[in-house]
DNA sequence: GATGCAATACGAAACGTTTCATATAATAAG
DNA sequence: CTTATTATATGAAACGTTTCGTATTGCATC
């Protein structure tokens, strides 16, 4: 059905190695480029990317695997990064493995029969032991958001100051004389959730502050989660002046919990929220934020990624960590002993 | 550096097209299957798509085109293709192409250069010019929830009952007696806005009610947008007394504003909210609601999408419509005149 | 142990490109 | 008008599979 090159062959009476010359920008005589291109619009011939595959060893793939599709931070990294990509004609292939180690180690293993040029990936297996095929096949790997620590000089990644993110956010309440700050995390285990963890009882520490085990909470990074959590955290016969939550989802939970308890923030409990929440200009307009640079992450790992493409399978891997910014609301205030 | 089935060859001394078959499923006598199976154990063999494809004329790549990847209804339909597509072996390729024309057609084209096998499009351009090459090429496509009129013979497609679900919502409003409605649609000129707002219109009509323009915001499916629309709604001088909203992030955005405004559900407004607000159990226990099946439009599409694939090329077009439900809640009253 | 018949294995030719090494055409110089 | 020089065109082989049609094997039967 499809034309080919052969077709065009046939059509212009050039030889093959002149048109694959000519679609691959290499210079024709100008009666033949006229030629070519009349014989393109007649053929309605379109390039086979599979046979080119084949020939040229790279498949002009991306394999993405990510553990939902159902979250706005992961989605809007994908999102910038398959558009670098798609511009320097990668394709992504995306698979879900709904946080199942056994689904995202099958994911790879498709990814791999598919011959992907790379790998980028937002792990659940914390051991990266699913990785392993794609390493051995050579092919570059990249890790988002979360780091595996056994495999820093195996791999590339591009992730956030997660403590240095957390601490930004306590160190300002603790600034201001709040001494119990309510913290909500995402899911214990996590990287993510582990460093966080980790800059919020840093910055106590720093304030000399004895942490309590009833102010963290963990929300699982859902807007259920971070409702609820906060219900729990507003129950306390002591609750926290200030509370710090940590992904997009909990904080629009916590915000929705914190309403519907008729607490005014920041009279009542100062609130530090997390992620693009400034994009809801109407809604929250004055909360103080730390946030992610999203879009820079997703387009950071697909030119990372592209680096590591072009350096003809010589990479040396690098670890980009970005830094987060604390936008300043009115949502916070001086806690007067 | 990856074996391929010549070094099986070698390895086992066994013929290429043995190896093929044993590879598809064909029988192979006992002590070749064990030889077969030794060989790729030791040199890591794993079966080449790309070539595989170039054979079979087959990809066994799908396309998804969409308008957003930070779209919940979206990403729940995306996700749950997915997962049956890629239990069936097929790829899918993601494509964003941001509510933007040019950039869907050009999607389309990157897919086609790639010899997908078929075409799942969540459609920007409404013309459906854009799916022309696709058509041309042969391939099965697919809308998912827009349907593009003039492509009603030439494509199939998975959608919802729209006006109906409007419908529903309204009648069951109209039924306890509300007669200022207020409705809060997507954006202007898409396909769903415009069906549920015939949908509103005709149980409005059916109730013998004007409708008044004052009543119909677009809140453009952002929860910002859903946030701003309803404000508007308060501040009319004759507010609604009750309110219907059509999407799952502008009915977050109502919540919020009717929460913020101190406004009792169902007391001072009925009101019925759109899409999966069920999972949030404890947020909104209460909230009456139109459900959309997302993931059965997901694996339908995907179904679907495979039934046309297996067909050999004769398939004929189905448009199949799913229906929405209503879910009871507490957030609608009976209004007393 | 020959004979017949399934069952299984095989060799070679594709699929549509790219890429050599070589050949030809165009241009410049003598 | 040759010859040297460069620019462009070419044929054939390869990439790693699948799929024919045919060849071989194993086994049961005589």
Redesign the pocket.
């Known amino acids: 059905m ?1 034309a ?3 077709d065009l062959a046939r059509e212009t ?6 048109l ?2 000519y ?2 920008g290499g ?3 100008e009666k ?1 480029r006229v030629l070519i291109e009349a014989a393109v619009r007649k053929l309605h011939y379109v ?2 990317e599979v ?2 595959s ?4 790279h498949s002009r793939a991306i394999g993405v695997v990510i553990p939902e599709l159902s979250n706005t931070f992961i989605t809007s990294i994908i999102s910038s990064m398959e558009d670098v990509l798609r511009k320097h004609d990668y394709a992504v292939i995306v698979c879900d493995c709904r946080s199942d180690i056994r689904r995202e180690k099958e994911a790879v293993e498709f990814l791999m029969h598919r011959r992907v040029d790379g790998l980028i990936n937002m792990a659940t297996d914390t051991t990266g032991a699913h990785l392993k095929t794609a390493l051995a096949a050579g092919i570059p790997v990249l890790l988002i958001d979360r780091l595996i620590e056994s495999l820093r000089n195996k791999v590339s990644a591009v992730i956030i100051d997660n403590a240095h993110a957390a601490g930004q956010a306590v160190r300002k309440l603790t600034g201001l004389g709040h001494r119990r700050i309510g913290l909500v995390l995402g899911s214990p285990g996590l990287y993510t959730t582990d460093c966080r963890l980790n800059g919020y009882l840093d910055a106590l520490k720093e304030a000399g502050i004895e942490p309590d085990d009833e102010y963290i909470r963990y929300g699982n990074y859902t807007m259920d989660g971070g409702y609820q959590a906060v219900q729990d955290l507003l129950a306390l016969k002591r609750r926290p002046t200030a509370l710090f939550v940590t992904n997009f989802e909990m904080t629009l939970g916590a915000m929705l919990a914190l309403q519907r308890g008729g607490i005014r923030i920041p009279e009542d409990l100062s609130v530090i929220g997390f992620d693009k929440l400034e994009l809801f200009g109407e809604i929250f307009p004055d909360l103080t934020l730390i946030r992610q640079p999203q879009l820079s992450i997703g387009r950071e790992a697909a030119n990372l990624m592209l680096d590591l493409l072009g350096s003809g399978g010589s990479f040396s891997h690098r670890i980009v960590t970005l830094s987060t910014e604390l936008t300043e609301g009115s949502s916070v205030r001086v806690l007067k002993p």
């Open positions: 499809a080919t090159m052969k009476g050039l030889g093959l190695a002149t694959s010359k679609f691959n210079t024709v005589r033949n390039p086979n046979a080119r084949l020939k040229t060893q």
